[in-house]
């Protein structure tokens, strides 16, 4: 942490990496839209979706099945096939317009400035390379460092992300490693060259608890040390509640509810997120039924007019026929939802 | 032959010392060059409309377990009693009949259903195999079956593909519930699913027991879930049975360190400034089960391991009402104080959820309401 004080400057100026102002902007997106389309029908997966993300902070985006969180990942980052994916709005990464960015200019970004992490680590990793000359490969293609220092580097990642022995296991292929070892190379592998954003794709899903609850400390811990911007797209509410800043809720493509972790959890202004808590089985008290949401998400091929979520809310009036726009409730919670707020629901 | 006892308190399944062991590695001429232990000497027994719920990690032996006691697989030590009968060594045609008392539930619905059948085809073989209703009454029982588990009786002419995933979930327990099962194994049966669908599920399942006086085993990694349906869990860990008690008494009062962690490990949807502090970690991975650790399995891992551990058994000292744990110096264990969290929760926050289940409520009323005309 830096104690020098702070200057405030324009968020979209270059001099963000320099920057230590944990306000700062690291990437912000605006009105993302991803439309995938074909002969027979048109998904549009992401639809109008803005948030932004800063400096040292780790923003969660958090839905079911089918939401869109993970497009809008890939949509960010310009993973998503070109033939078949239209992507409009605006992404802004340290002053650059990432949509209008070449192939080799985001091959430069990707892996430096900006890095991704999966779900799955042994489908992320090449299984016929070993640890070591996949993490060189990374420091390789964009530091201009010797091969003997790139394996030092490397070495001293696999330290960071506290695997025992690094030496030994930087000379060995995935495979010989377990699932949760598998991840720390892939957080290692991401953080390399010190990206200013990452962006973790459901990172400890096929994880153990016990080594979901080191996977997610040890993240905790690098981002103290080297501030960089998180976005954790997960599914698990707990996780959001553990590890994260900041929160946006997806449900059938759109931003649902937006606001601080501590707001979600203290009182959700969506009825979709009302919902979602409900329904986690909890530890501290046994119910004979759980909260369920009743029904299934809408087809994405075909959406309901209105607000998405009305069929299952027992909150909906007629005004839900309309499209609720991203309404401010509070200060700094943001949720679509025309009966908001909640509280004033119940006596 | 079979022990005549009378019905309230025969097991409906019970392992006695139950072993497995697979071997991963043969010699030219056949010969087992070494084995992994998956399950080792484990004794439990499930009560008629009881649900016990077997967790641990990846790799501990759970779903082996499962299998074995369905004898789906042969232990090579100990014994499977189904209803009473010793089935470790019955005959295929024996095991087949036997089989019709016990039903398993698996992970993936998609893969656990064929897709060239129709969901009636599907739900109607087992009445057919086990021949429990006559041919001309099967459309009408499968009918029944499908309403039980929340489905309409005209999907019945559906294919898989057609449902998602929470409704082939549905159409899975449908099956098992055509040969009326005792009782009935879940695999991670909801790790599938999506939260609010998982919650569906877990409702259906438990309604389904106080109507039929099922009996569940619950195998599975999330201890959320396992809290919410189980009467007494079994924790396990590279194979052994490390902590078995009532639910009440493993989550109020978890006396395995292997537990304790499990327990803390989970993140709590709570504010941040409402978090507890997290109990000892545990550190590292998983030990290779090819070769589990000398002693206590735990002491490669274990935040109050000391030397002796690697010398001590790991039987179950067990508390005068039943709770059960393996650790040698347990009683010397700092105190767990007050380790569940509470999540407290506003009162308004409640009355929304409330609105939520009224909702649900109200669903279930009208789709009850709309079968009846339709009969009528």
Redesign the interface.
């Known amino acids: 942490m830096s104690t020098l004080p702070h200057i405030h400057q324009d968020p979209s100026a270059r001099s963000v990496r320099a920057d230590n102002d944990p306000s700062t902007r690291v990437l912000e997106v605006a009105n993302l839209r991803v439309v995938f389309e074909d002969e027979t029908r048109t998904v549009t997966a992401v639809d109008g979706v803005s948030f932004s993300v800063h400096k040292g902070r780790t923003l969660a985006i958090v839905g079911e099945s089918g939401s869109g969180k993970s497009v809008t990942s890939l949509a960010v980052m310009r993973l998503l096939p070109e033939h078949s994916a239209r992507i409009s709005g605006s992404v802004h990464f340290d002053g650059r317009q990432l949509l209008d960015e070449t192939k080799s200019g985001m091959r430069s970004l990707r892996g430096n400035r900006m890095a991704m992490i999966f779900q799955e680590p042994m489908t992320s990793l090449n299984p016929s390379y070993t640890v070591g000359e996949q993490i060189n490969e990374v420091i390789l293609r964009h530091r201009d460092i010797s091969k003997k220092e790139a394996t030092q580097r490397g070495i001293d990642m696999l330290k960071l992300v506290r695997i025992p022995s690094p030496e030994a296991r930087y000379s060995q292929f995935p495979h010989n490693l377990s699932g949760g070892m598998r991840q720390r190379v892939m957080i290692a592998m991401a953080l390399a060259c010190d990206p200013e954003l990452l962006i973790a794709d459901e990172p400890t899903t096929a994880l153990d608890v016990t080594i979901q609850a080191q996977v997610l400390e040890l993240m905790r811990d690098l981002q103290q040390k080297t501030g960089t911007a998180i976005v954790l797209i997960t599914h698990d509410l707990g996780v959001v509640a553990e590890s994260c800043d900041d929160v946006i809720v997806m449900y059938a493509g759109q931003v649902v509810e937006q606001c601080s972790v501590e707001d979600l959890f203290s009182f959700p202004q969506h009825p979709y997120t009302v919902g979602l808590l409900g329904s986690l089985p909890r530890l501290d008290e046994k119910r004979d039924q759980l909260v369920a949401i009743t029904g299934t998400v809408p087809d994405m091929a075909n959406l309901p007019s209105g607000c998405r979520f009305r069929a299952r809310c027992p909150f909906s009036v007629a005004k839900c026929a309309e499209m609720p726009e991203l309404m401010e409730v509070s200060a700094g919670h943001l949720s679509r939802c025309w009966r908001t707020p909640l509280q004033d629901l119940v006596p | 032959m079979t022990p005549i006892v009378s019905a309230a308190t025969t097991p409906i399944i019970e392992a006695r010392g139950l072993g497995k062991s697979f071997v991963v590695k043969r010699s030219v001429f056949g010969k087992a060059q070494a084995s992994v232990g998956a399950v080792d000497d484990i004794s439990l027994s499930l009560m008629p409309g009881e649900t016990l719920a077997i967790v641990g ?2 790799g501990c032996g759970k779903s082996t377990l499962g299998r074995l006691l369905m004898r789906l697989i042969k232990p090579t030590a100990g014994q499977v009693l189904i209803d009473g009968l010793d089935v470790t060594n019955i005959s295929h045609s024996a095991m087949r009949h036997q089989r019709r008392h016990v039903q398993l539930i698996f992970q993936d619905p998609y893969a656990s259903l064929n897709p060239r059948m129709t969901i009636g085809q599907t739900i109607a073989e087992p009445l057919m195999l086990h021949d429990i209703v006559p041919a001309n009454q099967r459309a009408k029982r499968v009918a029944e079956l499908l309403e039980m588990v929340g489905l309409r009786p005209e999907q019945a002419s559906r294919y898989p593909h057609e449902f ?1 995933g ?1 409704q082939r979930q549905r159409v899975v327990i449908a099956r098992a519930l055509a040969s009326e099962p005792k009782a009935i194994i879940c695999d991670e049966a909801v790790s599938a699913l ?7 599920v ?2 259906l399942l ?1 309604s389904l027991q106080t109507q039929l006086g099922l009996a569940f085993v619950f195998i599975s ?5 396992v ?2 349906i189980a009467d007494r869990v079994a924790v396990m860990y590279l194979g052994r049975v490390v902590e078995i008690g009532t ?1 009440a008494d493993i ?1 109020a009062a978890p006396r395995h360190p292997y537990t304790q ?13 409402q ?1 507890r502090p ?1 109990a000892a ?2 550190t ?3 030990p290779s089960p090819l070769s589990p650790p000398e002693g206590c399995r735990l002491h490669t891992r274990c935040p109050y391991a000391r030397p002796e551990c690697k010398l001590v058994s790991m039987d179950l000292d067990i508390e005068a009402n039943g709770h059960a744990n393996a650790c040698a110096f347990w009683r010397e264990l700092p105190a767990q104080a007050a380790e ?4 407290p929760r ?1 009162p ?2 409640e ?3 409330a ?6 409520a109200t ?1 279930t009323a009208a789709k009850a309401l709309q079968t009846v005309t339709k009969e009528g």
């Open positions: 990690e990846s998602s929470g999506d939260v609010s669908i998982q919650a569906q877990l409702n438990k990694h999330d201890l959320g879930v809290k919410h639910s989550f962690a499990l327990l803390s490990a989970i993140p709590v949807a709570a504010p941040p400034s978090q997290k970690r545990l590292g991975d998983l569940i969290a509470r999540e506003n308004k926050l009355q929304l959820f609105a939520f289940e009224a909702m649900a669903e």
